[in-house]
């Protein structure tokens, strides 16, 4: 479970990082459609693995 949430941190900070990136050049005036679906797929990546991690800290409550 340790290395699943190294893991999974790891993953996340990777996707803020990308988020970060897009919300700049967007706040930078440099923005198009295409960014705007990056972040929002990023978004959705940074949802998928929370919903990942609140399903295994809940697996792990039962054992």
Avoid: P
């Avoid at 050049?25 to 972040?39: C, R």
């Amino acid at each position: 479970m340790k290395k699943e949430l190294k893991t999974l941190s790891y993953q996340v900070r990777k996707i803020g990082v990308n988020i970060n990136q897009v919300v700049a050049k967007i706040n930078a005036g440099y923005g198009n459609q295409i960014d705007i679906y990056n972040l929002e797929k990023a978004l959705e990546q940074v949802k998928h693995e929370m919903k990942t991690l609140n399903e295994k800290v809940e697996d792990y409550g039962n054992h």
